[in-house]
């Protein structure tokens, strides 16, 4: 039967992302910028899409350095052709010079952010909507804030994903320095007071560029189901109120939903170049064994294959990873545990490493507890030998490493919160059902049970851990996957544009 409908146009606009598939553009092996789970969600919505034949195309930063690409040795008709490559295909890359020579996505400089940020709002609204013609676009955070407005006046529905609580607030006269005509589409902004009209509001009244992708956008999502309900209940303290009330209106009136991130696909202990015996959920328990040696040497801890591992993943971020929970009990933890010599590794830094490096020192620890600065290829090994997680944080929006080590074959002790809620379950006594260890309480008691029930789980010996362990990883990986979080994604805008996104044509 002959369709006349076309394959609706999707416009995914992220300032990262960790790969993308075959058959996008000549150099798409080439385009790795990430600092978090918005560059994977980014590429496995990509790749689910344009694997089903979608005609999505993406829009991102030029990080020339981060792409390895060599300027230096290109003479200017083989960047032009490179250039080419790129964007006559689906790949579309933003061009100003404050992203050539970057070693990170962000910067650790606010004013630094927002020029990086207006410049890539100021090609994709200048430059790449006008060049692409979607029929739906899909912004990321509030680097693309200004985008949904945009996106509102020109009739194309959006989609806003919130993946963390940060923003920026900006003047428009600073916005239209950088060369975007905010004009046509303030009052589709939203700003720290209301506005009487362009002109009284041009240079002193502030744009919230988080705020505004909400407001602006015609659905949005958070990166986890229960940190969509912990918002609209103002259930934390720390979400600005501007913000709670928008998410809260959209939710209010069907226009929002929670979609779980999904771990990196290279993270698997499988194929993992990292650990020194790569394992799968039949032989996790050999394997596990191998790696558990090797990191105990690695890092100074006494080599023991039999004595429970936990691993600190995360950084040192008192205001929400909880780490002074895990300080205020280090101590008593190792004591209570000696007979098992029970080790823990924290591979992070952040402002609280010294605190750790302090309490190690002051009980001569050395043997059972070690502090590393964060080494990727460390972490890695660490997922492969570890048998615990701490992940204790006050608040989460998704959370990967909880994820991420049940595919290795470890277990998350974790807080009852956002994505921790829903991606871990309590282990039932008789290891039928859940996959890890959850307390409801945010203080060093509640950690302190969780680790008790951990170890009470270890102690029932290495017959019935695999048996565990074994189900979770397979649970996990039929679960956390970037296929099903990109279904998610699709669902959401198929009901935005009220159509399939593929039909055949013939």
Known sequence: MKKSSKNPRILIVTPEITYLPDGMGNMYNKLRAKAGGLADVSASLVGALFRQGSDVHVALPHYRRMFHVEIGNLISEELRMYNNHLTDNRIHLAEDRIFYYRKSVYSNYSTDSELQALAFQREVINNIIP???????????????????????????????????????LTMDTIEDRGI????????????????NYEESRSSNHVDLLTSGIFGAHFINTVSPEFLNEIVNGSHDFIPSQ??????????????????????????????????????????AEGKRANKTAFQQKTGLNVDPQAPLLFWPSRLDPMQKGCQLLADILYRVIEKYRYLNLQIAIIANGSYQGVF?????????????TVCDFDDPLSHLGFGASDFILIPSRFEPCGLPQMTCQYYGGLPIAMNTGGLHDTVEHLSEDGSRGNGFRFDNH?????????????????????????????????????????????EYIKIYEAMLQRPLVRDIK
């Open 357 to 369: 490096h302090d309490i190690v020192n002051f009980h001569n620890l050395h043997t059972n507890v």
């Open 443 to 487: 203080d060093s008691n509640g950690l302190f049970w969780a680790i008790d029930e951990a170890v009470r789980f270890y102690e029932k010996g290495q017959e019935f851990r695999n048996k565990v362990i074994t189900r979770v990883m397979q649970q996990a990986e039929q679960r956390f996957n970037h296929d099903n979080t990109a279904q």
């Open 243 to 284: 913000v709670r009330r928008e998410i809260q209106g959209k939710f209010h009136a069907g226009c929002a939903k929670g979609i779980l991130n999904a771990p990196d696909e290279n993270d698997r202990p499988e194929t993992d170049p990292n650990l020194v015996k790569q394992y799968d959920r039949n032989t996790q």
């Open 181 to 196: 005509d905010v004009a046509g589409f303030w009052n589709n902004l939203y700003f720290e007071r209301p506005p009487h």
């Open 131 to 169: 060049r692409v013609n979607p029929d739906l676009i899909h912004c990321n955070d509030w680097m693309t804030g200004l985008i949904p407005a945009y996106a509102r006046r020109l009739g194309i529905p959006c989609l806003f994903t919130v993946h963390n609580i940060h923003t920026q607030k």
